[in-house]
């Protein structure tokens, strides 16, 4: 069980490499929606200020202050919101040749995203790995909260597979429960969390207008 866990993460993670490597050619894999504070993107060496209307690229690194956050409207319908005090890399979106369906991945250092995938949208595989977890979906809406030494992540819809990094464990996580991962440990089972916590993380991915 251990070695299929480390090997299953090892892929979710070929999966950022590949398009963190970033080039002048990178793929576009949406816009910028709506945003508050001052989010930038780090992009072929230069650091540059977000807008709306803006393209977002395979590799690039969003970072937000305490107060900022913005949404990122994908061309097949997605959308991800990244929230104040993250830091972000868009890892790859791409087709799988000769199968149905499309990749996707992001790494987050730290901070929060909120992701939606679209309805009737073809993924296979949607991740986001922290320093602790690897969270993966094929089609649903969740939240990814990740500090320094541990990872929270909350469903909202569909149904989520999260990994420790260390290959300690795998838990499948249903609409409505969440899940922490310590660094070193295990999932923790899949439970309902208190209004107050599930209030605070959805707060700080969405938009009030």
Known sequence: MTHRIIRWSLGLLCLICIGAAGSASAAEIGKVGRLLGAPTV??????????????????????????????????????????????????????????????????????IVRIA??????????????????????????????????????????????????????VDVSAGQGTDVAAGAAPTAPKPWANARVEAVTARTQFTD
Request: with cysteine; glycine share 14%.
């Open 42 to 111: 780090e992009r072929g060496g230069q650091t540059l200020p977000l807008g709306s209307g803006l393209t977002i690229q395979e590799g690039d690194r969003i970072v937000t202050g305490d107060q900022a956050r913005l949404e990122i409207q994908c061309k097949d319908g997605t959308i991800l919101i990244v929230g104040p005090q993250s830091d972000v890399t868009i890892g790859t979106f791409a087709a799988l040749t000769g199968k149905r369906g499309q990749i996707g991945a992001l790494d987050l250092a730290q901070g």
């Open 117 to 170: 995938l679209a309805a009737g949208a073809r993924w296979d595989r949607f991740a986001v790995t922290t320093r602790t977890a690897i969270a993966s979906v094929r089609s649903t809406v969740w939240i990814v909260d990740a500090a320094a030494e541990t990872t929270g992540v909350f469903v909202i819809e569909g149904r989520v597979r999260v990994a420790s990094r260390s290959g300690k464990g795998q």
